[in-house]
C-alpha cells in the first residue's frame, strides 16, 4: 500500500499485567472507512487513544498521515478529529458555544468549514442555543461528530459512536459518515455491533488485544465455509440449550427470535432436527436455511 | 494569544451559567464579613462572677462593688458556701470565682496584708489568661484606693509610685475588627481562589470533557494559562468587593497604598491558584481534590496567625509557617492596611509569595501530562 493513511505495526500495550494490545498491524488507505468490530475490552478504546496520541504504546510503531505518533504527535493533533467512546463536550455550553470553541482553539471558524458539517449540523442547529447536556443521546452524538470535524481533519477516529444509541440516530450516523467518505476523509470507526460491520469498507476483528481478521465484509461472508440454519420453536430458551445437544452442531446463536445453527456443510437433515425437537417437547418447529450474515461469521471467527 | 482568550471567555460562560456562583461570589463576603467579625472576637465582655463573700466587711463590699462596677463583670450570683459556686461552675453558670476569706479585713488592717482567692474556668485557656489579668487589674486598683485610706498623706507622698500609661499604636482604640477584616478577606480569596482551581481541571478529567481537549493543538500553558486567568480575575475582584464592604460595614482602616494591597494580592493569588492546580493536576475526581484541599486549607488556615498569633507558636511551627502562604500574605495585609507599611517593609514577604508563586505554578505544569 502506498502511503497508507493509518499505518499500525506491531503495536503492543499493556496496563499491569492486562495486555490491552498484543502484537498489532494494519494498514488504512486514504479515504477508508474503517471498522472495528470486538466485545468490550477488547483493546479498541487503547489502540484509538494510541492513534489520538494519548496513549504511548509499549512496543512498535504507528504513524497517522505518515506522522509518528510518538514522535510528531503535535503535527498529529492539528490533522486529526477524534471522538472518544464518552460524550465529552461541555454539558455546560450550548450546542453553538461547544461548537465555536472548538474551532476556535483550532484556529479556523464555523463557516469556514462549514461545507464539511453542513448536513450534519443543520440536524441540530434548530437546537443551536439548548446546553449540550440537554440533548438526546443521537443529537449528542451529531454534536461531537461535528465538533470532531470542524477543523477539517484528515483522519478521524470515532470510539464506539453508537454505543447507547436509538435504531433510528445509528442508521442516520452510519449514513452520515459514508457521506463524509465523499470528503476523502480516512474514517475509523469502532463498535460493539456487529451488524454495523457491513456498512465499512473492511473491518477488523479484535478480540483480547488481537485482531482476528481484516477484510471487506463480503469477503467474510465468502469466506463463511459453514451451513446455516434458522430455528424456530415456542420455547426458545430451552430451543437453545437443546440445539447444543444435538450431535453435529457446531455453534448454536441466539438471534432475536430465532436461533442460528452452523454446522459442516450437508452433515445434517433438517427432518431428523425436526423429529429431535419434537421428541424434546418443542411445538411450532420451524426450520430454514438461511445466508449467512456478518454476525454469523464473527460469531465464527470467535469461537474459532 | 487568541487561544488562551477564548478558554478564558469559555471558562467565564461555564461559571456564570453555574447557578451557585454569583450567590458564592457575592453573598459568601458578606455573610463571613458580618459573622466572622462580630463572632470571632477576643474581647472579653460580661464575664460571670460568683461570689462567695464570708467575710461581709465594708472593705469587702467596696472590692465586689468594683467587680459590680467593671464593664466586663457580671456578679451571677453570691453565696457563702464555696461548694455551691463550684456546682455552678461545673454548670457552666458562672466562669469565675471570687472567694473572699473569713477576716478579710481583719487581716488587712493588722497585719497590713490579706489574701482572695480568685478561680477561673481554663477551658479555653487564652480567655482565662484574659479574666485573670482584668480581676488582677481590679483588685490592684482597689489595692491602691484602700492604701489611700489607710496611709496617712505624708505617708503617701513618701511612696514611690511608678504609674504606666501605655497607648496602642496602629489600632488605638483596641478594636478588634479592625484586627480581623484584613484577615478574614485573606481567608475569603484563598477559599474562592483555592477551591475553584482545585476542582476546576479535576471536573474536566471526571466529565471527560479533557480527552477531547487533550487531543487539540491547544499547548499545556495555554491551556493552565485559560483556566486560572479566570479565577484570577474573580479572586482579585472578591477582594475588592470585601475590601469595600469592610470600609462600608466596619469603617476599617486603610492606611497603606491601595495599590500595593492588590500587588500582593496579585502574587499572593497565583500561589493559591497553583496550589490548586497542583492538587487537581494529582487527583482523579472532584472528591479527591476537595479532600486534599480541604486538608491543606486547615492547617494553613489554622497556623496563618488570622486566629492566634505566630510569634507564640512554637519554634518548629513557626519555621513550618514559612511555607503557609496564607501567613505571608495575612502578615502583609495587616501590614500595609493598618500599619501602613511601604514596599520596602513587607517586601521580604512579598518576595517569598513571588518564589512561591512561581515555584508552585511551575511544579503544576510540568506535573501536568497531556498523555498517558
Redesign the interface.
Given at each position: 500500500m502506498e502511503n497508507p493513511s493509518i499505518l499500525v505495526r506491531n503495536i503492543s500495550r499493556s496496563y499491569g499485567t492486562v495486555k490491552a494490545l498484543d502484537d498489532i498491524s494494519f494498514e488504512v488507505p486514504k479515504g477508508e472507512l474503517f471498522g472495528f468490530i470486538g466485545p468490550d475490552g477488547a483493546g479498541k478504546t487503547t489502540l484509538f487513544r494510541i492513534l489520538a496520541t494519548l496513549v504511548l504504546p509499549d512496543k512498535g510503531v504507528a504513524s497517522v498521515e505518515g506522522l509518528d505518533v510518538v514522535k510528531d504527535f503535535k503535527k498529529i493533533r492539528k490533522i486529526l478529529g477524534y471522538m472518544p467512546g464518552r460524550f465529552s463536550l461541555y454539558m455546560d455550553l450550548s450546542v453553538e458555544e461547544n461548537l465555536s470553541f472548538y474551532a476556535t482553539i483550532f484556529g479556523t471558524t464555523i463557516e469556514q468549514n462549514y461545507d464539511l458539517i453542513k448536513d450534519i449540523y443543520c440536524q441540530i442547529e434548530p437546537f443551536k442555543t439548548r446546553r449540550a447536556g440537554n440533548l438526546s443521546g443521537g443529537m449528542k452524538q451529531k454534536l461531537a461528530l461535528c465538533c470532531a470535524l470542524i477543523h477539517k481533519p484528515a483522519v478521524i477516529f470515532l470510539d464506539e459512536p453508537t454505543t447507547g444509541v436509538d435504531a433510528v440516530s445509528r442508521v442516520e450516523f452510519w449514513e452520515m459518515l459514508r457521506r463524509l467518505k465523499e470528503s476523502n476523509i480516512t474514517i475509523m470507526v469502532s463498535t460493539p455491533y456487529m451488524d454495523e460491520a457491513s456498512l465499512c469498507d473492511r473491518v477488523a476483528l479484535i478480540q483480547d488485544g488481537r485482531i482476528m481478521k481484516i477484510s471487506k465484509p463480503e469477503e467474510i461472508i465468502a469466506d463463511y465455509r459453514f451451513q446455516l440454519w434458522a430455528v424456530r420453536s415456542g420455547k426458545s430458551f430451552e430451543l437453545l440449550k437443546d440445539l447444543h445437544k444435538y450431535p453435529g452442531v457446531r455453534s448454536v446463536q441466539a438471534f432475536g427470535q430465532s436461533a442460528h445453527i452452523a454446522f459442516e456443510k450437508s452433515i445434517l437433515s433438517m427432518e431428523d432436527l425436526h423429529k429431535y425437537l419434537i421428541q424434546t417437547g418443542h411445538e411450532n418447529i420451524e426450520i430454514e436455511e438461511i445466508q449467512p450474515n456478518i454476525e454469523d461469521c464473527f460469531m465464527e471467527l470467535m469461537i474459532q | 494569544m487568541?487561544?488562551i482568550l477564548?478558554?478564558i471567555q469559555?471558562e467565564f460562560?461555564?461559571v456564570f451559567?453555574?447557578r451557585m456562583m454569583l450567590p458564592i461570589i457575592f453573598v459568601v463576603p458578606l455573610v463571613q464579613l458580618i459573622i466572622l467579625v462580630h463572632a470571632a472576637t477576643y474581647e472579653m465582655k460580661n464575664i460571670k462572677v460568683s461570689i462567695i463573700d464570708l467575710d461581709i466587711s465594708s472593705t469587702s463590699r467596696q472590692m465586689i462593688s468594683k467587680f459590680e462596677g467593671s464593664p466586663f463583670f457580671i456578679i451571677k450570683n453570691t453565696s457563702f458556701s464555696e461548694k455551691e459556686a463550684q456546682q455552678e461552675m461545673k454548670k457552666g453558670n458562672v466562669d469565675m470565682i471570687l472567694h473572699i476569706p473569713y477576716g478579710f479585713e481583719r487581716r488587712l488592717v493588722k497585719e497590713n496584708a490579706a489574701k482572695v482567692q480568685i478561680v477561673i474556668n481554663a477551658i479555653n485557656g487564652a480567655s482565662a489568661g484574659l479574666i485573670n489579668a482584668y480581676s488582677t487589674m481590679i483588685i490592684l486598683d482597689f489595692n491602691r484606693e484602700i492604701l489611700i485610706d489607710f496611709l496617712s498623706p505624708a505617708m503617701l507622698t513618701a511612696t514611690h509610685n511608678i504609674n504606666v500609661t501605655s497607648s496602642y499604636w496602629y489600632n488605638p482604640k483596641l478594636n478588634y475588627k479592625t484586627y480581623m477584616v484584613p484577615g478574614i478577606l485573606c481567608l475569603l480569596v484563598t477559599i474562592i481562589a483555592f477551591l475553584l482551581s482545585g476542582m476546576n481541571i479535576v471536573r474536566e478529567k471526571e466529565?471527560?470533557?479533557?480527552?477531547?481537549?487533550?487531543?487539540?493543538?491547544?499547548r499545556k500553558v495555554q491551556f493552565i494559562a485559560g483556566k486560572l486567568l479566570p479565577f484570577w480575575i474573580i479572586a482579585l475582584f472578591e477582594l475588592a468587593f470585601g475590601l469595600t464592604l469592610g470600609k462600608i460595614l466596619f469603617n476599617i482602616p486603610i492606611i497603606g497604598s491601595l495599590w500595593l494591597i492588590f500587588l500582593s494580592a496579585a502574587v499572593y493569588i497565583f500561589v493559591i491558584l497553583g496550589f490548586g492546580l497542583l492538587i487537581s493536576t494529582m487527583t482523579n475526581t472532584q472528591q479527591q481534590s476537595m479532600l486534599v484541599s480541604f486538608f491543606f486549607m486547615m492547617i494553613f488556615i489554622l497556623m496563618s496567625g488570622l486566629f492566634t498569633s505566630i510569634e507564640s507558636m512554637p519554634e518548629w511551627a513557626q519555621r513550618l509557617d514559612r511555607i503557609n502562604p496564607i501567613a505571608y500574605f495575612i502578615r502583609i495585609m495587616r501590614m500595609v492596611m493598618l500599619k501602613g507599611s511601604d514596599f520596602h517593609d513587607i517586601r521580604e514577604s512579598f518576595y517569598s509569595l513571588v518564589v512561591y508563586a512561581v515555584g508552585i505554578i511551575g511544579f503544576a505544569v510540568w506535573r501536568y501530562r497531556?498523555?498517558?
Open positions: - | 487568541n487561544t477564548f478558554i469559555k460562560i461555564q451559567r453555574n466529565i471527560g470533557t479533557i480527552e477531547q481537549i487533550n487531543v487539540t493543538p491547544i497531556k498523555v498517558t
